[in-house]
């Protein structure tokens, strides 16, 4: 835990700029939503049912239009499909649903909902308003970047071990439909690709470079050699000999006469035309209404007020507050340096990178995991259900992924996972390992999205959110490592604890750095080199990262701030009768909440416990 003394400066900051001021059920902007007014009142049964109604209308809709991400959900309905929302009517059609529901939405009386029925609003009023906020911008002339990409996509459902099911022969059938539209989701893309040529709205130069090797991975000489074939290699073996016959057929046959040359031509077109016509250029400042439209990505992705400037304010101060602990740690690791060179100091000690084989990195994350259940009852009430499974990632998307966490299946059909990039088992570091557990397994993003799987909300509430709460509460879960006792006497864990913190207040620095102050790729890289202790390599890959996610990498540390300020004003409030495994299952009950709506419920709560006590 961060001690209630080591972040004043910083809290009263974001609490003085107004974090919390975004949005409220009353100050929302409507700007983008029919302001049609509701012709009469409801009674709360009707109110509350139209609510539920508009709900389940909004995910299934939402879910038709991007069904890779109902895949990732869990909803297999859609697993035959691509989204198609490159294509500027259906785009419309989508744009022209939101606001449907938006109007509809405004037709009920909030104030005759139940207090839970009100949360189900305030969540959809903002996703509603988050989505059509960004609709001014030309989000589809980028389909494309070293992170996101549908083809590259399409190869790690390929493997079987991601979110698309690959079990039985409708599944196998729905992977071949879902490959079968890919050259028409490259024709779209291309299309927009040129247009944004036109325009002046195109990748930077180096993130093209970065995406290259990625297609060449997609190209083979023959369908058996490609990624996508590979569920024809791996069988059930209770499939038929005819049924594999048949399949077998119809993959290759897709795969060579539509995927690979539609594939060739788009790998061609990204070579020959797009990489000369990219820029040279880092930031998302300098595309044409580039600032404001970077500001509209911080608001979505922090879901605060906060201006590039603030926090780029809030970052340089942190990075400050996190280096002078490096002063004590140094000493207790046998550093005598210069404290700002201890990070990369600690990657010169080869007794921190024990590991032969990937079963030796994974088996050390489930004697982790091992450790922090012991200690998951004295910090919360609830536990998730579902379990979590530790996997290694796939190795098509190892050379760009970074370790992360899926969702279990709403159905229960897949557990979490906390998947760990191991490209090379000897160069994995002991150091970051239990910081990294805890903010990606648990209690950090499995007992926020596993716990939102058990609530009683509308399915939208439960697949969707925004990047402040989910990123803020797992660096949030990062910090209850020295509670649980995982640091004590064991400097080597601090010191990964505090250079995660440390990367998540670089990253405020960075993103806006790039995006709003001018910075080039090379400054952001030589920033981390120097403040992380980095390798170009790693500076040069995080760098990628935050020029092709704009404000993305922002929600971590401001959602975290504000769960600690929230913490140490309910302490504060309460004294002796605060009960953090109360607070914790609190900050979860609801599932994912813009930081303002959060806020408000705390301050409920704790006026609740003053009463109560």
Not at 491 to 500: F, K, R, S, V
């Amino acid at each position: 835990m961060i001690s209630s003394r080591s972040l004043p400066t910083i809290i009263s900051l974001i609490t003085a700029l107004g974090c919390a001021a975004v949005y409220s059920p009353v100050s929302i902007a409507q700007e983008n939503i029919d302001s049609t007014s509701p012709q009469s009142a409801m009674t709360q049964d009707l109110a509350a049912q139209k609510l539920q109604e508009l709900a389940s209308e909004y995910y299934e809709k939402q879910s038709e239009f991007e069904p890779i991400t109902a895949t990732y959900n869990g909803d297999n309905r859609y697993d035959d499909r691509l989204p198609m929302t490159l294509d500027t009517e259906v785009k419309a059609k989508q744009i022209a649903m939101w606001r449907d529901i938006g109007t509809q939405l405004r037709a009920i009386k909030r104030d005759s909902l139940s207090a839970k029925n009100m949360v189900t609003y305030d969540c959809l009023q903002y996703e509603i308003q988050a989505n059509l906020n960004m609709v001014k911008y030309d989000d589809r002339l980028l389909p494309i970047n070293q992170m996101d990409s549908i083809p590259v996509t399409l190869a790690q459902f390929a493997s079987g071990q991601s979110a698309q099911l690959l079990q039985t022969v409708p599944q196998y059938e729905a992977f071949l439909h879902r490959l079968a539209q890919l050259p028409e989701w490259i024709k779209l893309a291309t299309m927009n690709m040129h247009e944004g040529m036109r325009r002046g709205i195109v990748l930077p130069k180096a993130l093209v470079i970065s995406t290259l090797p990625q297609y060449k991975q997609l190209l083979s000489d023959t369908a058996e050699n490609h990624p996508y074939y590979i569920p024809v290699k791996n069988f059930p073996a209770s499939f038929t000999d005819e049924e594999k016959t048949r399949l077998t057929e119809e993959y290759r046959k897709t795969i060579e006469t539509k995927v690979l040359p539609s594939l060739r031509e788009f790998e061609t077109f990204l070579r020959q035309e797009y990489l000369p016509a990219s820029r040279t250029s880092s930031g998302w400042s300098a595309l044409p209404n580039g600032r404001q439209w970077y500001r509209a990505w911080v608001r979505d992705q922090t879901t605060t007020n906060l201006s590039p400037e603030q926090i780029y304010a809030i970052g340089i101060k942190e990075v400050a507050r996190i280096q002078k602990e490096f002063v004590e740690l140094g000493p207790k690791l046998g550093y005598r340096g210069d404290p700002n060179g201890l990070p990369a100091w600690i990657d010169t000690q080869p007794q921190y990178r024990p590991f032969k084989t990937e079963a030796d990195v994974l088996n050390a994350y489930r004697e982790i995991d091992k450790s922090v259940r012991a200690k998951l009852p004295q910090l919360f009430g609830h536990v998730p259900k579902a379990q979590l499974d530790i996997r290694a990632e796939p190795e098509i998307s190892r050379k760009t992924a970074s370790d992360h966490y899926t969702p279990p299946a709403i159905d229960g059909s897949r557990p979490g996972v906390f998947w760990a990039v191991i490209n090379n088992p000897a160069d994995y570091s002991t150091t970051g390992m239990t910081t990294l557990f805890l903010h990606e397994g648990q209690p950090g993003h499995h007992f926020h999205l596993a716990t939102l799987q058990e609530l009683d909300v509308p399915k939208f509430r439960k697949v969707g959110g925004n990047n402040a709460f989910t990123e803020g509460w797992a660096l949030y879960a990062e910090t209850l490592g020295k509670e649980m006792g995982l640091f004590e006497n064991n400097p080597n864990a601090y010191l990964g604890h505090l250079t995660d913190e440390l990367l998540r207040a670089t990253r405020l620095v960075v993103d806006t750095g790039l995006h709003a102050k001018g910075w080039t790729r090379e400054q952001a890289i030589r920033y981390q080199q120097t403040t992380l202790g980095y390798s170009e390599a790693a500076a040069r890959q995080a760098t990628e990262r935050y020029m092709a996610w704009p404000g993305q990498a922002l929600g971590y540390k401001i959602g975290s701030l504000k769960i600690i300020e929230l913490r140490q004003r309910a302490k504060a409030a309460l004294g002796d009768r605060f009960d953090l495994r109360q607070f914790h299952d609190v900050v979860l009950s609801d599932g994912t909440l813009p930081l303002s709506l959060l806020e408000m419920k705390i301050n409920k709560w704790i006026a609740e416990q003053k009463k109560r006590n």
